[in-house]
């Protein structure tokens, strides 16, 4: 249960992506997250762990504005992930401000965690 869990990390914004960082150091995990989004369930506190162990770890709000879908509530679940689906802008915001963010808190060795829709980030990372 995470509830009244503080995550210990930032958000900070980079042109209109959000990123959540937390942990320092040369080893950076870029986590992405489920279908849920950005801030539901364990996604912080788990990269708040990961970040204890001495990675740098960096999530990405590639849906934006930490939106995201239940998938047993939400009927425009197929719609959103073919909105959010699309490499070309996902491309762009890994090349143009997430790798650029990450190199700026020091990371140079990286590493990346998908857990449902994240996984698909995995595999084109």
Known sequence: DTEGYVPKGVVEKVDDLEIYRVGSGEKCIIWNYDIFGLNSGRTKLLAD????SGYLVIIPDFYRNGDGRDPSKDKDIVDF???KTNWAELEKDWT???LPYAQKHGAKRFGAIGTCWGSYMVVRL
């Open 49 to 52: 762990l990961f970040a204890e």
């Open 81 to 83: 992930l073919k909105a």
């Open 96 to 98: 143009n401000k997430v």
